[in-house]
């Protein structure tokens, strides 16, 4: 039995996002998504004026005649939404913690599909894989994918991006768009990610907050490491230490971004402090205009 108090906060984000999906977002989705792959139907014999790239060279040797593959545009997508379910995501200094602000992007993206009569699968993780639901229709189906996204408790605080890619990887027989959404603390992924981004259409979506970048100046603070519990003291009035924190998370969002470039990944920054929509639409827009 679901909790009244859930219930009512999953028809909530129903509500407010259902709305950012009716007047601006699902006309983006379809922009930029439906129509662009092709599935393979069926072998047939060669004839004059056919693209010689197209050739079933297994076929054509089994028979002894020419054959050719014949595709067919994909009339429907699946979407997969992956989250980081690790312990830097409970944090959040300004409107929502970054847990939130994922469950509300994973909710717009999962109406715009179904509203595409799209299938969705979620994907849950930390240092492992939490929680893996197949894509399927419907909009119960897309009121599951926010409960989990909200209230699912993980057995682990740790990240490791790489465990969700392998994991998806396994399980995703076909071609997919693929949301990553996470605040990229972690390395070592980068490879992974690459190879599955040839066979999939991956956009990473970074979730981060502006305190993470800039400590105010209030004295020693008590601090816990989200992910392995770690208690440290920290004096926000000391400079040196500030720049030394602030180059940390710098330096990975540098190496973050240039191993999205080289394997020509596309992605969203999110901040706390911000509307989302905002910076979803505008990827888009842009995007859009790449294919046309």
Known sequence: MIPKEILKKVRQIEIRTGRLVNDVFAGEYESIFKGRGMEFHEVREYVPGDDIRSIDWNVTARSGHPYVKKFVEERELTVIIIADMSGSGSFGTRNKMKTELMAEIGAVLSFSAVKNNDKVGLLL????????????????????????????????????????????????????????????????????????????????????????????????VKFEDAETGEILYLDTADDLLKKELAKKRSDLLDARNKAFRSIGLDSINISTDKPYIDPLIIFFRMRAKRFR
């Open 125 to 220: 993780f930390t240092d492992k894989v939490e929680k893996f639901i197949p894509p399927k229709k419907g909009r119960p189906h897309v009121l599951r994918v926010i409960r989990e996204l909200l209230y699912y408790k993980p057995e682990s605080r740790k990240t490791s991006i790489s465990s969700a890619i392998e994991y998806l990887g396994k399980v995703l027989k076909k071609r997919a768009v693929v949301f990553l959404i996470s605040d990229f603390m972690d390395t070592g992924y980068e490879k992974l990610l690459g190879i599955l981004n040839k066979r999939h259409d991956i956009i990473g979506i970074s979730i981060s907050d502006p305190r993470e970048k800039d400590i105010p100046d209030i004295g020693l």
